[in-house]
């Protein structure tokens, strides 16, 4: 991972859980985890969002329930959230 990538990834992880931060929870406590939006291509090229542990991997997180699950539950896209984390830190 180059430089630049590493600082992105450290912004992004400074917000907290794009989702509690979406549903009105307090992020600062959040242990956050990159979440790489796969489209095609990559991992290492996928855009990339903080999501924390339960919201990332658990059991109502987009790994835990898949990506159609996720959003019908929350109401949201993964990319309406790396929307809303760009904005945050331009």
């Known amino acids: 991972m180059n430089k630049e990538k590493k600082q992105h990834y450290d912004r992004v992880a400074r917000l907290g859980c794009s989702l509690c931060r979406y549903i009105g929870y ?4 959040c242990e956050c985890q990159i979440h790489h939006i ?3 291509g990559r991992r290492s090229d996928a ?12 059991d109502a997180g987009i790994h835990g329930l898949g990506r159609k699950r996720f959003e019908a539950k929350y109401g949201i896209t993964e990319e309406s959230l790396l929307a809303q984390t760009l904005d945050l830190i331009k």
């Open 38 to 40: 796969r489209r095609t």
């Open 47 to 58: 855009p990339v969002i903080g999501l924390c542990y339960e919201h990332h991997i658990g």
């Open 26 to 29: 307090e992020t600062n406590d």
